[in-house]
């Protein structure tokens, strides 16, 4: 597959990106009060770093392969909608024409995206489903995923490694989150293991050497020990950090939880009180980038699939949330192994979509619009991203745009804004009759 960036400077339709505008309010909405809960304090641990990247032996590449196809866990088949990209309005200009083959050097145009740094991470341990998160503070960078993680002092020209699987105890597993809250000067890591998730922060000015870490077991939010925890992510408002994960309880069903921890407090690594919440109406809550005072949060999956999406609210001087459904353009929702097809015609490019699925993968906050991404499978040509965005002041609907192409499938759009509010993006794309090996791009506004 490739990878791409996309840049969204301005909504307007081009390239393959397909448009849709409409204003809705409609939808129920509820408020709940969320439960309040406390910790014990967190423990301190030293990392040690490598020049090079650590080595599992036979048995444990074999153990977290396997660990692997238990991660991403699929959520409850629920009524969905069928509808094919062209129930969007088309892009008013073509769409992308595929890479110009023997073109090796074409000249940039103002405004083109330029390579600041291209720099191999070396990697020993290392999984066909990379999913890395990077976080930058200065020069000094910090990149996890599957299955490592590596800390550069020299904005990537150069790494040094430490072994996931041994720093905060044993049997890790897979999905790792970091993200850097430049206003305290401090690193946050989300690590997942096998029954429990561990949140580790260390100092910006010690560069990634001293983490104090908490294990977030799932008793965390109120569950039985034996409920198997998914698919999390972290977010930064402006005094607390937001933890999102899928909960699986040993009895059956699915669900998703997030929990609102106090930065000052945490940072401390001592015992202090947090809110969390869990609803099994919605399954994988996305938490936007870019909150200050307000966490925005969004599910489609569990009230019409393909048809309805549902934004929530906390504002952080309270400990009530609101919810909010509206009515989206209707999309195609994609269950894992639902006939979705990335491949090419001849075989040659296999279909690296089948596992995916059409939870929110991405979510933002910039300019007073919320908006939030996801896989939609295909109509009548190949599974495509669709971007729904919201009004920030009465989470009116305000419409959609579909990313897609008909020569190749294009999945995986994950969006963030930086401080000036400006969204990028990442998105993979491969396959169809051009044999275009997956691989990515990328994107802004």
């Not at 800390?151 to 105890?169: C, E, H, K, V, Y």
């Amino acid at each position: 597959m490739f990878f791409g960036i996309l840049l969204l400077s301005h909504l307007t339709s081009h390239g393959s990106l397909a448009l849709a505008q409409a204003v809705g309010k409609s939808g129920a909405s509820g408020q709940a009060q969320a439960v309040v809960a406390s910790t014990p304090q967190g423990t301190w641990i030293q990392a040690w770093y490598s020049n090079q990247p650590p080595r599992l032996t036979g048995e444990q590449q074999r153990e977290i392969e396997e660990r692997t196809t238990r991660s991403h866990r699929s959520g409850p088949i629920s009524p969905t909608t069928t509808a094919p990209v062209g129930t969007v309005p088309g892009p008013t200009a073509p769409p992308l024409a595929p890479p110009i083959s023997g073109v090796s050097d074409v000249s940039a145009m103002p405004g083109d995206f330029i390579i600041f740094r291209d720099s191999v991470i070396p990697n020993a341990v290392s999984s066909f489903v990379q999913e890395p998160s990077t976080s930058a503070n200065g020069k000094n960078v910090f990149q996890v995923g599957n299955w490592y993680a590596a800390r550069s002092f020299d904005n990537g020209a150069t790494w040094s490694f430490l072994d996931p699987f041994s720093i905060f105890g044993p049997d890790f597993c897979c999905d790792q989150v970091t993200v850097y809250d430049p206003g305290r000067d401090r690193q946050f890591w989300l690590l997942q293991y096998g029954d429990h998730l561990a949140i580790a922060h260390s100092s910006g000015t010690d560069l990634f050497t001293n983490w104090c870490v908490y294990n977030i077991d799932p008793t965390w939010i109120g569950q039985p020990a034996t409920t198997a925890l998914d698919y999390n992510d972290l977010a930064l408002g402006t005094n607390f950090l937001y933890l999102t994960t899928n909960i699986f309880p040993a009895a059956g069903g699915a669900g998703s939880a997030i929990l609102r921890l106090p930065i000052d407090a945490l940072i401390t690594c001592g015992a202090f009180g947090y809110n969390y919440t869990v609803h099994t109406d919605s399954f994988t809550f996305k938490p936007v980038q870019g909150a200050q005072d307000v966490m925005y949060w969004g599910s489609n999956w569990g009230q019409v699939d393909g048809q309805s999406f549902r934004v929530y609210s906390w504002a952080e001087n309270s400990g009530t949330y609101f919810w909010f459904d509206r009515t989206i353009d209707p999309f195609t929702f994609m269950y894992r192994n639902s006939g979705q097809n990335c491949g090419s015609t001849d075989g040659v490019v296999t279909n690296w979509c089948q596992f995916a699925d059409s939870r929110v993968l991405s979510g933002y906050r910039a300019n007073g619009i919320l908006g939030f991404s996801f896989n939609a499978s295909q109509g009548s040509g190949f599974p495509y991203s669709r971007r729904v965005y919201f009004r920030e002041s009465d989470i009116a609907y305000l419409g959609s745009a579909s990313l897609w192409a008909d020569w190749t499938a294009i999945q995986y759009l994950q969006l963030t804004p930086n401080a000036r509010g400006h969204v990028g993006g990442v998105f993979a794309w491969g396959g169809h009759d051009n044999q275009l090996l997956p691989g990515h791009r990328l994107a802004h506004r």
